[in-house]
């Protein structure tokens, strides 16, 4: 350890000459640790005298994720840290924590510091995801909100399942607050996964949670994540939702029954710049729909041509050809023209 001891002091003291302290940085990151090592280590993170020193020991254990190779390490580090003072010190511990629960602990520690370093260590699955939002909701400071939700971004769609099945049972204050809460929250998740979560008109969030509360409170909050997740969903449908919404709608006659009015809203939504994009996925799925599929798509391409005024002719030239194949489509497209075409909202 002397040898550690010396590569410590070194690239943490402030007088150390620059080239010689980046010298002792590398060395300390490509050291193999042994057991005694790390126990030398979380010695000097206990005794030295610099806090200075004892954040380096708490980071070279961060670095090599020591915490995870040796869980029994965590419970340690975290002990230290409720005896440490300085707050550099406990923010290394900290980092030290990362992807252990044991690092929740100190999300609700009183320097910001440390708890925005402990946001970033919260594995995102299980009882931490819980204290994670947990801290979400009750956090006043609208930062570490923004630091919480990019911890969460690009988590993945099991993630998000968790987050709504926290939502739908967690005891949380009700109001407007609530909905703004949420909706920074469901930002973060690709709008694929979002639809079929939460935005759908799915009964798979009866089925899952129909046990968990009686009557209204559950519907009460069921309905207001479904809107919130609309909300975020229609203030710029992407493009791979939408492509995943025109396979469904060629696919399952019930998914438009279930759906139909949202689609509409959401196909009166997207992006100027994706119109070509979408058109190309409207001919490429109409070449392998027939009959009742193709009459779901006609459909919509109607909403969406509408929509496209530099390209409506190319779209109507689709839905003529689709006619041909399917005489029906030429029917509800004249019954469409009947009505009073929506205006696109902006």
Sequence with gaps: MDNLSDLIRQASAAETDGHVRMEAVQALKSVRLSKWDVQALCAALEREEHPAHRAAAAQVLGYHRISEAMPEVAGLLLELAGRERDPG???????ALRHREEVCALLDHARPEVQDEA??????????????????????????????????????????HEIVEFLLTADL???????????????????????????????????????????????????????????????????????????????????????????????????????????????????????????????????????????????????????????EVGLRMYHLRLQTPSRRTT
């Design 89 to 95: 010190v406990i923010r290394a511990v900290a980092f």
């Design 119 to 160: 946001i970033l260590g919260v594995p995102p699955s299980g009882s931490p995801l819980k204290a994670l939002l947990d801290h979400f909701f009750r956090c006043r400071d609208g930062g570490r909100k923004v630091r919480i939700v990019a911890r969460l971004r690009g988590a993945g769609a099991g993630t998000l």
């Design 173 to 327: 204050p009700e109001g407007g607050g609530l909905a703004a809460d949420v909706e920074v929250l469901l930002e973060a998740f690709p709008q694929e996964d979002l639809f079929q979560h939460v935005a759908s008109e799915e009964e798979e969030i009866t089925r899952t949670h129909r046990e968990i509360w009686s009557g209204i409170r559950r519907r009460e909050r069921k309905r207001m994540l479904m809107e919130v997740s609309r909300k975020v969903i229609l203030e710029g449908p992407s493009l791979s939702l939408l492509n995943l919404l025109l396979r469904r709608l060629r696919d399952e006659e019930s998914f438009h029954h279930r759906n139909v009015r949202f689609l509409r809203q959401v196909f009166n939504r997207f992006r100027p710049a994706d119109g070509p994009a979408l058109l190309a996925s409207f001919r490429r799925l109409g070449e392998q729909a027939r009959g009742a599929a193709l009459m779901r798509l006609a459909e919509i391409l109607a909403v969406v041509s509408r929509a496209l005024p530099d390209r409506r002719a190319e779209a109507d030239a689709l839905l003529r050809s689709w006619a041909q194949v399917a005489p």
